[in-house]
């Protein structure tokens, strides 16, 4: 691996310009290919073999017309204080805004109004009224000056002295990235490129490397999201690693190139050194992300499986990026990639310019931490260990939920429509639940849909219960039962499951199949869908990525040690997203408008993303270690020269991270601002902790026994030579020279 590596960092330094083009005409070929792309529909979350996916597909199946409808709005009308809807002025207030919008005459997308004091859509004590307002064009295909008639009407309302909000989806907007917050978060990586590297250079070409990578994969996601069915997530997702891995990968390399510089190494020869160990290194902390992101698609959630798939391709060319582009970047820019000191210790003609790394003294901040866990590893571990134990106990009362309307800012309109519906009509308006009845031939309808309405009707929780509606064949039925508690409570919960257990008598008596959906519905089917996928999910990620760490080390206790520190990690994570996201702490500062459940699909997608994040840490500060130990250092010679190495590297990698996660906080998506906590978080408890804490106490204590490997595995598993030490042998006076620097090291007894 290495050597095959180091022939490609060569390639690419010696043809600098046919790689730059190469991935110029791909830029420009993605960038184009987003551009002329039509834009893509937001689809529902689907969860296949549920009972709710079932009711839906037989919704779809029965009730065709139902699928021509586009986006929708509810136009939600408020009296003043003392006052009615129905009070002359004001139900001429309300039929004037509605005439407004004009008349369904085939011309513009307006599909149809309905009249709230014809459709019985006002509330009991008159205050508050609604009118649905349907359209023949999905919300993101809905033009301009059909938004504005619509705010325009309820302007025009609020003008005659009512409170009107807009909910609904005609007025939902697909999130787009490049706002305020990830702008800044992308600067914060920039300073902390140019401190950890000490050039403006080395600085730029790591960051204008992941733009090029991010670029292509954002480009490449927008271009297929029509026929492949991805939405804004998945493209925002793929920024998100891609952008974050992207900058990561280059630094590695980048501060590699320099290290092989520092020893003397000729810029061509230390370009190929540098791909062929930190290029190792990446590809196999890549290939780790790829596989948690792969894996998601065990789960059997498609909109999951997309997101997988989609941050699995912005990774992977974040890889293929890092290994060509960069090099042929080293080229380009010379020594200018060196730090200003080293340029100007080569311009004063020193016999050797470049300072051997890992030379005697009192080292930088990452070797004297490390010797400090090395002299205390047991008081390290277990307060490191305590206190992620003692973060992760929020995560005990982890609540699950669908976000919906109610998630939004209370500055947004679409929440105030919501929280008016709720006042007027009960707060389990917002969520009806759907009972859909698929009735045989042999079996009477009326008599069958009446005993079904009956029956829901007579569950305690239910609200009220709609009229069934019948399809065109009338052999189904479908009926609307409004809970009476908000759709994503406990109680609504337990209503679910006791109207499903109440109809189950009826599919006996009467031969029909009765289905419940809804939002709550959704949500249970989904949780527990995850709570079943996650055990064989786990097994199959951790399994690969075990098997694949046990490749890379040749070590059985290190690939195990790692994925135990990420099970610290995961928990810590999901504390904070507890902490924040339902108990509202320190909301305001994040600028998380509204506490509630966390989304269904965030435990297992932050899972799957952070255990490929954390591998990609162990694998770039262990290896380090490796490859000391394997060149004759003791065990604690090979933890200090691993953290005098990379401790810096990784650190500053995990700062630019944790800077990218971050900047999504400021999204308007619920399901952006939860996967942007909960992997800043993460990453901060693995990488500063975890990777910088416990795993180097773990290391000292087990000592030699960390790099045991049974000789059955040390014959059966290829040995991929992440240490290089093809390359030591390939050019000798390397090998030669670490093996004299970690001998040099101060430490402490093993």
Request: glycine content about 10%; overall charge negative.
């Amino acid at each position: 691996m290495a050597t095959f590596l180091y022939r490609i960092g060569r390639w690419a330094f010696r043809r600098r310009r046919l790689v730059g083009a190469v991935w110029l005409g791909v830029l420009v070929l993605a960038v184009v290919g987003a551009a002329v792309a039509p834009t893509a529909e937001e689809e529902d979350l689907s969860m296949p073999g549920t009972e709710s996916q079932r009711a839906f597909d037989l919704l779809d199946e029965r009730f065709p017309q139902s699928n021509s409808q586009g986006a929708e709005a509810r136009l939600v009308f408020r009296a003043p204080d003392g006052q009615r809807v129905t009070a002359g002025a004001n139900k001429a207030a309300v039929e004037n805004a509605l005439d407004s919008l004009g008349s369904p005459d085939g011309r513009g997308q307006l599909a149809s109004t309905t009249d709230p004091y014809e459709t019985g859509a006002v509330s009991e004590d008159g205050t508050i009224a609604y009118s649905t307002i349907t359209y023949t064009a999905d919300a993101v295909d809905l033009t301009e000056p059909t938004k504005s008639a619509l705010e325009d009407a309820a302007r025009q309302a609020r003008d005659a002295g009512l409170t009107v909000e807009i909910g609904g989806s005609a007025l939902d907007a697909e999130e787009e990235p490049g706002g305020t917050t990830e702008i800044i978060g992308v600067a914060v990586a920039a300073v902390v490129l140019v401190l950890a590297l000490g050039s403006l250079v080395a600085a730029g070409l790591s960051l204008l490397t992941a733009f090029v990578g991010v670029a292509v994969a954002f480009g490449l996601v927008s271009a297929l999201a029509v026929p492949l069915g991805l939405t804004s997530t998945v493209a925002i997702l793929a920024l998100m690693l891609g952008l974050a891995v992207g900058i990561d990968y280059a630094l590695f390399i980048t501060s590699r190139f320099r290290d092989e510089r520092a020893r003397g190494s000729e810029p061509e020869e230390a370009a190929g050194r540098a791909v062929g160990t930190a290029g190792s290194a990446v590809v196999f902390a890549g290939a780790t992300v790829v596989i948690a992101l792969v894996g998601l698609g065990v789960v059997g959630i498609p909109e999951l499986t997309k997101m997988g798939m989609g941050g699995a391709g912005a990774v992977t060319l974040a890889v293929l990026v890092a290994l060509t582009l960069v090099p042929a970047l080293f080229g380009f820019f010379g020594r200018r990639v060196l730090s200003r000191a080293v340029r100007k210790a080569a311009r004063r003609g020193s016999a050797r310019p470049y300072p051997v790394p890992g030379a005697a003294g009192r080292g930088g901040l990452g070797t004297r931490w490390a010797r400090f866990v090395l002299r205390r590893p047991v008081a390290v571990l277990l307060v490191a260990g305590l206190g992620l134990g003692a973060v992760a106990l929020p995560a005990l009362s982890l609540e699950l939920g669908l976000p919906g309307d109610e998630s939004k800012s209370v500055e947004t309109t679409q929440r105030r429509a919501y929280d008016l519906l709720s006042q007027g009509f009960g707060p389990g308006f917002n969520g009806p639940l759907t009972v859909v009845v698929d009735i045989p031939e042999s079996t009477g309808i009326h008599a069958t849909t009446d005993l079904v309405v009956k029956t829901v009707r007579a569950v305690d929780g239910v609200a009220s219960v709609g009229d069934p509606v019948l399809s065109r064949t009338k052999d189904t039925a479908v009926l609307a039962a409004v809970p009476q508690t908000a759709p994503n409570s406990g109680e609504t919960k337990d209503l679910v499951q006791a109207i499903r257990d109440a109809v189950q008598g009826l599919e006996a008596d009467t031969g029909a199949d009765v289905l419940v959906t809804g939002t709550t519905a959704m949500n249970i089917d989904i949780s527990a869908a995850m709570s079943d996928a996650l055990i064989p999910y786990l097994t199959v990620v951790i399994g690969l990525a075990v098997v694949l760490l046990m490749v890379v080390f040749r070590s059985v206790l290190v690939p195990v040690k790692a994925a135990l520190g990420f099970l610290l990690s995961v928990g810590a994570a999901f504390g904070v997203l507890v902490a924040v996201f339902q108990w509202g702490w320190a909301a305001d500062l994040l600028g998380i408008d509204q506490s509630g459940p966390v989304m269904s699909l965030m435990p297992i997608l932050i899972i799957g993303i952070v255990f490929g994040l954390a591998m990609d840490y162990e694998v770039f500060l262990v290896t380090r270690m490796r490859e000391a130990y394997v060149h004759g250092a003791s065990p604690s010679e090979a933890i200090v020269n691993g953290f005098r190495h990379s401790g810096r590297v990784v650190a500053a990698a995990a700062i630019i991270m944790i800077s990218v996660f971050a900047g999504f906080i400021g999204m308007n998506s619920p399901t952006i601002q939860t996967m942007g906590v909960g992997l800043a978080a993460a990453v901060a408890f693995d990488a500063f902790v975890v990777r910088m804490a416990i795993a180097p106490a773990v290391l000292a204590l087990l000592g030699h026994r960390a790099w045991w490997l049974p000789r059955i595995l040390d014959r059966v598993l290829p040995n991929v030579d992440i240490e290089g030490e093809a390359l030591s042998r390939h050019v000798p006076f390397a090998g030669a020279e670490l093996d004299t620097a970690v001998r040099r090291l101060p430490v402490g007894r093993d």
